[in-house]
């Protein structure tokens, strides 16, 4: 069984040409279960870009099983998780673990979002739900990621997914800026909602007695829910209903497995696509 010692070699090996090598270092790398970002910064190795992307391949599959391993969802699935906050942020720190290259060294979700609200607390000592709003969206760094010409599915590139990528990088796409919202709300002790809006994830929050929709993907905007319906009657009665009901958590939850399984379909990574419809299923229990 390969252990921390080992790395040295098994990385220098990395670059072996004989092809009856990459099996023996993949095998031995899989027990290490995907991630050594901590055994490289003890051991001071460092890893040219062409070596970071080669090894996290090779740690893919260790990152794989480690996810289906440790993934612990209530009895009853998604419905069961109402508002069960500690289950619905550890399954989003499990698929940001999964997402994650397994090299770079970096604080937990549970940390990284301890030390944001940390900061916030620094401006506002008990923020509202609207004043979080505007520090992390409106006068804050959080932005939706960019889409381009080249690059028309951007906001479903995977690291978008990674709450871990998106508090270091301060863009996401419309669901995980939204999760990250509610997360910080629930830490901070202040109500965000969540908004299952077809196509675009949306966050609800009261405003002076009154329900605002917000969304974080553009610049944190908000609207007022009756105004919106006024005058815009031609939404659907799917649409309609969103917008007028909190959405459960797991329900939210279900939503961003099946975005994570669309990306991977996208990009054609079918073991990964498999994995995510395998766990999505112990949600609908």
Not at 50 to 76: D, F, H, I, Q, Y
Not at 85 to 106: A, C, K, V
Not at 178 to 197: A, T
Request: a negative charge; one cysteine or more.
């Amino acid at each position: 069984m390969a252990n921390e010692s080992d790395l040295p070699y098994l990385i220098r090996l990395l670059d072996d040409k004989d092809p009856a090598v990459r099996p023996v270092v993949r095998e031995q790398l899989a027990d290490f279960g995907g991630d050594i970002s901590h055994d490289l910064a003890a051991l001071g190795i460092d890893i040219n870009f062409t070596g970071k992307k080669r090894l996290s391949r090779l740690l893919a599959p260790g990152r794989r099983e480690t996810l289906r391993n440790e993934w612990v969802v209530p009895t009853g699935g998604a419905m069961a998780m109402e508002d069960d906050w500690e289950s619905f942020e550890n399954t989003l720190r499990q698929i940001s673990d999964f997402l994650h290259d397994g090299i770079t060294l970096r604080p937990s979700l549970s940390d990284s979002l301890d030390l944001l609200m940390e900061e916030a607390l620094e401006d506002h000592v008990a923020p509202s739900a609207n004043e979080l709003r505007r520090w992390l969206f409106v006068d804050g760094p959080f932005k939706g990621i960019e889409k381009n010409v080249t690059n028309i599915t951007n906001t479903m590139a995977l690291g978008n997914f990674d709450l871990c990528h998106v508090i270091n990088t301060h863009t996401g796409n419309a669901t995980s800026l939204g999760c990250l919202f509610m997360l910080m709300g629930c830490r901070m002790g202040v109500q965000v909602d969540g908004c299952n809006y077809p196509g675009h994830f949306l966050a609800r929050i009261d405003v002076e007695g009154r329900t605002q929709l917000i969304d974080c993907f553009h610049s944190g905007r908000k609207f007022d829910i009756d105004s919106l319906i006024e005058s815009h009657p031609e939404i659907s009665e799917k649409a309609r209903s969103s917008v007028y009901a909190s959405t459960h958590l797991g329900v939210i939850l279900l939503r961003y497995v099946g975005e994570v399984q669309s990306s991977f379909i996208a990009m054609e990574r079918t073991e990964d696509a498999a994995l995510f419809v395998e766990l999505a299923k112990t949600l609908h229990v």
